[in-house]
C-alpha cells in the first residue's frame, strides 16, 4: 500500500510537471508569436516607401535651398539680374514641389510600437516644410526688391535675414534625413529576424504534436533558452543601435546648422574681400593683407567640409574586395611624397581573403594613416604595409576578419595622447583639424568594421583597419 502511495503521489507529481511545462512552452510561443505581430503590422513595402520619401524630401530640400541661398547672395553682393531670375526659377519649381507632393501623399500618422517606438508622419512635416518656405519667399522679396546700392552692409543685413529663414528648412531636412536613417535600421532588423521567430514559432508546434508532452516540452524550454533568448539580445542590441542612430542624426542636425551658418558668413566675406582686392594694387602690403583673409577663408571652409563628413559620411557602397590591389594602388599614390622624405616602403605578405567594402572610401582611410605614419616618421623611416587572417570579436560573436595594418618606425604616440587619439578637433601638428582619424574610424564603422592601433614610445605605431571576412560562396 505504501509503494502504491508512492507512485500515485510521483505519477500525480510527473503530471503537474507535464503541465507546467506545457502550459510554460505555450506562453513562450505566444509571446514570440506576438511579437513577430506586432513587427509584422506595418507592411515592409509601405515602411520602404515611406523612407525613401523622407530620403527624397531631405535631399530636395537641402539642395534647391542651398541653390536659392547662393543666388540670392550672389545678388546682393553684385545686383546682377540673371542671379534674380534663376532664384525665381528654383523658388517656383520648389513651390511646385511641395503642393504636389502634398497632393500625391495621404494624410495620416503611423505609430510602430515593436522593436521600438517610431511614428511617422510624412504629411505634417511636408505642412512644416511648405510653411517655412512661404516665411523663406516673405524674406527673400526684402533682399530682390533692395532698392540700394549691391554689396553694401545694408544689402547683406537684408540677406541675413533670409539667411535666418533658410536655417528652418535646413532643420527641417535634417530631421527627415534622421526619420529615414531610423526606417532604415527598422527595416534591416525585421527583414534579418523575423524569418527566425517564424521558424522557431513552426518548429515548436510541430514538436508539441508530433512526440510525447514531456518530450515536448523540454525541447521548448531548450529552444526558448539557445534560440528566443538570444534573439531578445539582439532585439536589445538592435535598440541600442537606433538610439546611436538617433543620437548621430542629432549631431548631424547640429553640424548643418553650424556649417550654414558659418559658410554664409564666410562666402559674403569672401565676396566684400574680391570687392576690395580689385581696389587694390598687387604687390603692396594690403594686398598681402587680403592674401592672407583668403587663405584663412579656405581654411575654415576646409574645416567646415570635414566637419560635415564627420557628422554625415556618405553612405559606403559595398562591393566584395581584397587588400593586395588597394594597398599597391595607394603605395604607388604615396611613393613620390615618401621618397622627398627618404622613407622607404615595404609590403608584407597580404592574403587575399575577401571582405565587403567600397574601394575609394577604404582608401581614404588609407591614404590618411600612412600620411600620418610619414609625418609622425619625419626623415629616414620605414612604413610596412600588410594583410592578415584574423579572430575579432563583434557585437558579442566572434568572427573571422582580415587585418590590414599600416606600421611606421616612428618615435610612437605617448599615452597622454592615446587617450584623445579620436577626439574630434584634437590634432599635434601644426594646421591640423584633428578630423582624419575621427572621419577614419567613422569610415570603418559603416563598413561594419573597427580600426585599431598599437604604439610604444621608441618603438612606432601599428594601426589595423579590421573588416569581416567574406565567407566562401558568400
Request: charged share 20%.
Amino acid at each position: 500500500m505504501p509503494n502504491r502511495i508512492h507512485t500515485a503521489f510521483r505519477l500525480v507529481l510527473l503530471a503537474l510537471a507535464w503541465v507546467v511545462v506545457l502550459v510554460g512552452s505555450g506562453l513562450v510561443g505566444l509571446n514570440a508569436y506576438r511579437i513577430v505581430r506586432r513587427i509584422n503590422q506595418p507592411r515592409s513595402s509601405i515602411l520602404g516607401a515611406v523612407q525613401k520619401e523622407y530620403s527624397t524630401i531631405s535631399d530636395r530640400v537641402t539642395r534647391d535651398v542651398t541653390t536659392m541661398d547662393q543666388s540670392l547672395l550672389r545678388y546682393a553682393a553684385s545686383g546682377n539680374p540673371t542671379d534674380s531670375e534663376h532664384f525665381k526659377t528654383k523658388a517656383a519649381e520648389f513651390k511646385a514641389w511641395i503642393d504636389d507632393r502634398r497632393s500625391f501623399l495621404n494624410r495620416g500618422k503611423l505609430v510602430i510600437v515593436e522593436p521600438v517606438t517610431l511614428t511617422v508622419d510624412v504629411g505634417t512635416l511636408l505642412d512644416q516644410v511648405d510653411h517655412a518656405f512661404t516665411q523663406y519667399l516673405h524674406d527673400s522679396d526684402q533682399v530682390l526688391n533692395f532698392n540700394g546700392p549691391k554689396g553694401t552692409s545694408d544689402a547683406l543685413n537684408s540677406f541675413a535675414r533670409a539667411n535666418d529663414s533658410s536655417l528652418k528648412l535646413f532643420n527641417l531636412a535634417s530631421q527627415a534625413h534622421a526619420q529615414a536613417e531610423a526606417l532604415n535600421l527598422f527595416l534591416g532588423v525585421s527583414t534579418k529576424w523575423m524569418p527566425s521567430y517564424k521558424r522557431l514559432i513552426l518548429v515548436s508546434a510541430l514538436v508539441l504534436g508530433s512526440i510525447c508532452v514531456w518530450l515536448a516540452g523540454w525541447s521548448i524550454v531548450v529552444v526558448y533558452l539557445k534560440k528566443i533568448l538570444p534573439l531578445r539580445m539582439k532585439l536589445v542590441e538592435s535598440r541600442t543601435i537606433i538610439e546611436k542612430q538617433e543620437k548621430l542624426a542629432h549631431f548631424g542636425e547640429l553640424a548643418a546648422g553650424l556649417a550654414h551658418e558659418i559658410r554664409n558668413p564666410l562666402t559674403a566675406i569672401n565676396a566684400r574681400l574680391f570687392t576690395l582686392q580689385k581696389s587694390i594694387d598687387e604687390g603692396t602690403a594690403e594686398y598681402e593683407d587680403t592674401m592672407v583673409i583668403h587663405t584663412e577663408i579656405k581654411r575654415l571652409d576646409r574645416i567646415v567640409k570635414e566637419f560635415l563628413k564627420l557628422a554625415r559620411p556618405a553612405e559606403p557602397h559595398l562591393a566584395p574586395a581584397s587588400a593586395g590591389p588597394l594597398l599597391e594602388e595607394v603605395r604607388d599614390l604615396l611613393l613620390p611624397e615618401t621618397r622627398r622624405r627618404s622613407i622607404q616602403f615595404q609590403i608584407d605578405p597580404v592574403v587575399d581573403t575577401q571582405f565587403q567594402a567600397d574601394p575609394q572610401q577604404l582608401k581614404q582611410v588609407m591614404i590618411n594613416l600612412i600620411q600620418n605614419a610619414a609625418e609622425s616618421i619625419g626623415q629616414n623611416g620605414v612604413i610596412t604595409l600588410g594583410a592578415r587572417d584574423g579572430d575579432y570579436r563583434f557585437k558579442g560573436q566572434n568572427q573571422k576578419v582580415v587585418i590590414i595594418e599600416i606600421t611606421d618606425t616612428g618615435p610612437g604616440i605617448p599615452a597622454t595622447v592615446q587617450e584623445h587619439l579620436f577626439d574630434p578637433f584634437f590634432s599635434t601638428k601644426d594646421g591640423g583639424t584633428g578630423l582624419g582619424l575621427p572621419i577614419s574610424a567613422r569610415i570603418v564603422d559603416n563598413h561594419g568594421g573597427a580600426l585599431e592601433f598599437q604604439s610604444r614610445v621608441g618603438s612606432g605605431t601599428t594601426f589595423g583597419i579590421i573588416l569581416p571576412s567574406l565567407r566562401k560562396g558568400a
